[in-house]
């Protein structure tokens, strides 16, 4: 079945650091969303990318899309320590399923 | 928009006994919610997907006759862990699709379960 690997598990950044998560899919997606957890705190939904190659910027969140719809990537600029959670890729594969597939989460922990 | 709320937040309840737990989607109708289990530090686990009107479509390993599924309506979903025991214990969170061709899910704030 469908897998979606996720990398790094853990990350501790200085507060002022870049931070980056990755996600790899075994099979090509439709589409990939990324969430975020704050600790004690339920996922919540941040961005879904569709196209090939599609890169798109919230502040200083950038999250990009390969160009074969393989994989993808988180990447906070300057973390604060408001940043801090667990963040989740979650992939479709083509075809259409609304199963998503999640990926197991990076938690970034951010020192003042 | 696109809230959804989960009830209860937290329950206690003895080894045997059965455990309901609501969710709703306030502002919106889900045709689709999915059920999910977390453990600590470890990632959301995909129990079931329930659509409204149909019977539920529970991942491999799901023991269907423990965890009742029921979606009644398209504002409210049901997870009922019946008999529970305390590896039952965990935090079940649900979430919601807002339309029928979109893929990104609302989640509810959780409820986290322990069996005594």
């Known amino acids: 079945g469908q897998q979606v690997m996720q990398i790094p598990q853990y990350q501790h950044v200085q507060e002022g650091e870049d931070f980056t998560t990755y996600c790899n899919s075994s099979t090509t997606l439709s589409n990939i969303q990324w969430y975020k957890q704050r600790p004690g705190g339920h996922p919540v939904f941040l961005i879904q990318l569709v196209k090939s190659g599609e890169v798109k910027k919230q502040k200083r969140l950038t999250f990009q899309f390969g160009e074969a719809k393989k994989n993808s990537s988180l990447h906070i600029t300057a973390t604060q320590t408001t940043d801090v959670g667990t963040y989740f890729c979650?992939?479709?594969?083509?075809?259409?399923?609304?199963?998503?597939?999640f990926g197991r989460g990076t938690s970034l922990i951010v020192h003042p | 928009g696109a809230v959804v709320s989960q009830h209860p937040s937290r329950v206690i309840c003895k080894s045997g006994t059965s455990v309901k737990i609501e969710c709703r989607s306030l502002?919106?109708?889900?045709?689709?919610m999915f059920w999910y289990r977390q453990f600590p530090k470890q990632s959301l686990m995909l129990m079931a997907t329930?659509?409204?009107?149909?019977?539920?479509?529970?991942e491999q390993g799901v023991e269907k006759d423990k965890f009742l599924i029921n979606h009644a309506s398209l504002t409210l979903s049901t997870l009922t862990v019946t008999s529970a025991h305390p590896e039952d214990s965990s935090f079940y969170i649900c979430s919601a699709r807002t339309g029928f061709w979109t893929y990104e899910q609302y989640f509810g704030p959780g409820t986290r379960l322990t069996v005594t």
């Open positions: 979650a992939g479709h594969t083509s075809g259409g399923s609304y199963i998503p597939t």
């Open positions: 329930s659509n409204e009107g149909s019977k539920a479509t529970y």
């Open positions: 502002d919106f109708q889900a045709t689709t």
